[in-house]
């Protein structure tokens, strides 16, 4: 076996993969019309966060690009579901916030997505799941350590 064939490497995250493409899809089919995942982990982020964030901070947040961060914050401005302000100590930035009524987008998510995942973990198992989670929490560490 070469470095390059890692079967249990390879076998980690091809079920990762599979789990997140799986779900992905099942719970966007699930979220209220016109929400999409990349909308509701953005509410859920600012909900979590008591504190105004920018652009900068949230794309960095999701390891994602300024251009795409700024493709979803403006949906979600167009849909009335977060407030863009400037930024009073430096003109450059913008502050972003959730509105009350990106509050109750997010509720409406939770609330179509938490059967799908209490079901899941109830299927499995909550003891299993719960013994798993240091597991995926280690490699989601080494991964952003290396990121």
Same mark, same amino acid.
């Given at each position: 076996?070469?470095?390059?064939?890692?079967?249990?490497?390879? !076998?980690l995250?091809?079920? &990762?993969?599979m789990?997140?493409?799986? %779900? #992905?899809?099942? /719970?966007?089919?699930?979220? *209220?019309? +016109?929400?999409?995942?990349?909308?509701?982990?953005?509410?859920?982020?600012l909900?979590?966060?008591?504190?105004?964030?920018?652009?900068?901070?949230?794309?960095?947040?999701?390891?994602?690009?300024?251009?795409?961060?700024?493709?979803?914050?403006?949906?979600?401005?167009w !849909?009335?579901?977060i407030? &863009?302000?400037?930024?009073?100590?430096? %003109? #450059?930035?913008? /502050?972003?916030?959730?509105? *009350?009524? +990106?509050?109750?987008?997010?509720?409406?998510?939770?609330?179509?997505?938490?059967?799908?995942?209490?079901?899941?973990?109830?299927?499995?198992?909550?003891?299993?799941?719960?013994?798993?989670?240091?597991?995926?929490?280690?490699?989601?560490?080494?991964?952003?350590?290396?990121?």
């Amino acid at each position: 076996m070469s470095k390059h064939d890692d079967p249990l490497s390879v !076998a980690l995250f091809s079920e &990762v993969f599979m789990i997140d493409q799986l %779900a #992905r899809a099942r /719970l966007s089919k699930a979220l *209220p019309k +016109g929400m999409e995942l990349s909308h509701f982990s953005v509410l859920n982020h600012l909900v979590a966060s008591a504190d105004e964030k920018t652009p900068a901070q949230l794309a960095r947040a999701f390891h994602l690009t300024r251009g795409a961060m700024t493709n979803t914050l403006n949906k979600l401005e167009w !849909a009335g579901h977060i407030h &863009v302000r400037p930024d009073w100590d430096d %003109a #450059r930035r913008k /502050l972003i916030s959730i509105s *009350p009524a +990106g509050r109750r987008a997010r509720e409406a998510a939770i609330s179509a997505i938490v059967p799908i995942l209490t079901e899941a973990v109830a299927e499995i198992g909550p003891a299993k799941v719960r013994d798993t989670l240091p597991l995926l929490r280690e490699v989601r560490r080494k991964l952003e350590d290396e990121g």
